[in-house]
């Protein structure tokens, strides 16, 4: 199965607006600045659930792009979401790009981002 993979752009798009998004909510639910766990489990446990069950976040959806598995092109399930979040949260691991753009995040879950409409060919 050949997945074209999503434009970097795009992609720093989506996960902007779920940092912004998730700073938000941990703003409402506690002092970031005390608590500064706060806004990086949101994302992560945004990210289990999100991609977990459908496959893009809010942010994702905003920016069409979405998360398949890189086998089956379809949702990766919520173990390896979680798993996927956690080892992008250093953010260096998104930096690390093989041949098909995908980052240490996307290669330990074994998926990849796509663009959610067809590309033209």
């Given at each position: 199965?050949?997945?074209?993979?999503?434009?970097?752009?795009?992609?720093?798009?989506?996960?902007?607006?779920?940092?912004?998004?998730?700073?938000?909510?941990?703003?409402?639910?506690?002092?970031?600045?005390?608590?500064?766990?706060?806004?990086?489990?949101?994302?992560?446990?945004?990210?289990?659930?999100?991609?977990g069950?459908?496959?893009?976040?809010?942010?994702?959806?905003?920016?069409?792009i979405?998360?398949?598995?890189?086998?089956?092109?379809?949702?990766?399930?919520?173990?390896?979401?979680?798993?996927?979040?956690?080892?992008?949260?250093?953010?260096?691991?998104?930096?690390?790009?093989?041949?098909?753009?995908?980052?240490?995040?996307?290669?330990?879950?074994?998926?990849?981002?796509?663009?959610?409409?067809?590309?033209?060919?």
């Amino acid at each position: 199965m050949e997945l074209t993979p999503a434009p970097l752009a795009r992609r720093f798009g989506a996960l902007l607006i779920d940092w912004l998004l998730c700073l938000l909510i941990a703003g409402a639910i506690a002092d970031p600045v005390r608590e500064p766990w706060i806004a990086p489990g949101i994302l992560v446990v945004e990210y289990a659930l999100f991609l977990g069950f459908f496959g893009q976040t809010v942010g994702m959806k905003l920016m069409r792009i979405r998360v398949v598995s890189i086998v089956t092109g379809g949702v990766i399930g919520v173990p390896r979401a979680l798993l996927r979040g956690i080892v992008l949260l250093p953010l260096v691991t998104a930096l690390i790009l093989d041949r098909q753009q995908r980052g240490l995040h996307d290669k330990a879950a074994g998926s990849i981002v796509v663009p959610t409409e067809p590309t033209p060919q």
